[in-house]
């Protein structure tokens, strides 16, 4: 059975800040994707990463795949308040039937 | 952009209710998915379809059934409601071959 765990579960930063959001998982996966989630709305899709060693960029987040080490991390650089939401990892079973399994979430709080 | 439209923000029912979710999508995906979406538990899927008459059973299926008579349309159906269904239910569409998952905004349905 896939498990997906993310870490930190909440995480609270300053404005200007760097930090890491880290996602592991337990079984081979290639295709392994991040959404954000702001309060009261619903998932948004920030990046697909398909392949090891992938890594997309999208304004000041950052996100890499490790096939080998079963691990994402989404790295957030000078943290601004906007950016303050939960982010999900989820991982494709590999079974090639679409079937995606999450991580429980990372609520990430932006201080000024 | 990819519009996925579920029927009600806010559903109040009563144990043993038959409650019906409805889900419509308007780009043409072959792929759709309820999921149920609980604090602490990030989302786990209910059911899935590839194809119109299609269904595959996700992590959790008990105590739901799904509908998928037209393509665009994916229909949740709890048989009798019981109040440990409280939850936030998420549907979703996606292309095949790993496309990224579209979500609606969401139906926050309370069992009484």
């Known amino acids: 059975e896939l498990k997906v765990e993310q870490n930190p579960l909440f995480l609270s930063m300053q404005e200007g800040k760097n930090y890491t959001i880290y996602c592991n998982y337990s079984?081979?996966?290639?295709?392994l994707y991040w959404y954000r989630q702001d309060p009261g709305k619903s998932l948004e899709s920030l990046f697909v990463l398909l392949s090891n060693g992938a890594v997309k960029q999208e304004g000041r987040l950052m996100a890499s795949l490790d096939t080998k080490a079963r691990l994402s991390t989404l790295h957030i650089t000078a943290a601004v308040h906007d950016l303050s939401a939960t982010y999900f990892c989820?991982?494709?079973?590999?079974?090639?039937?679409?079937?995606?399994?999450f991580g429980t979430g990372t609520r990430l709080t932006i201080i000024p | 952009d990819v519009k996925v439209t579920q029927s009600s923000r806010y559903l109040v029912k009563r144990t043993g209710e038959k409650v019906f979710l409805e889900c419509v999508q308007d780009?043409?995906?072959?792929?759709m998915f309820w999921y149920r979406q609980d604090p602490g538990l990030g989302l786990r899927l209910i059911y899935f379809?590839?194809?119109?008459?299609?269904?595959e059973k996700g992590d959790i299926p008990e105590g739901y059934s799904v509908s998928r008579e037209k393509k665009e349309r994916f229909s949740l159906i709890l048989e009798s409601a019981s109040t440990n269904q409280t939850s936030m239910y998420l549907c979703?569409?996606?292309?095949?071959?790993?496309?990224?998952?579209?979500f609606g905004d969401g139906t926050r349905l309370s069992i009484l």
């Open positions: 379809s590839y194809d119109v008459k299609m269904k």
């Open positions: 079984t081979t996966s290639d295709r």
């Open positions: 979703a569409s996606s292309l095949p071959y790993g496309q990224p998952q579209h």
């Open positions: 780009m043409d995906h072959e792929n």
């Open positions: 989820a991982v494709d079973s590999n079974f090639g039937n679409e079937k995606l399994t």
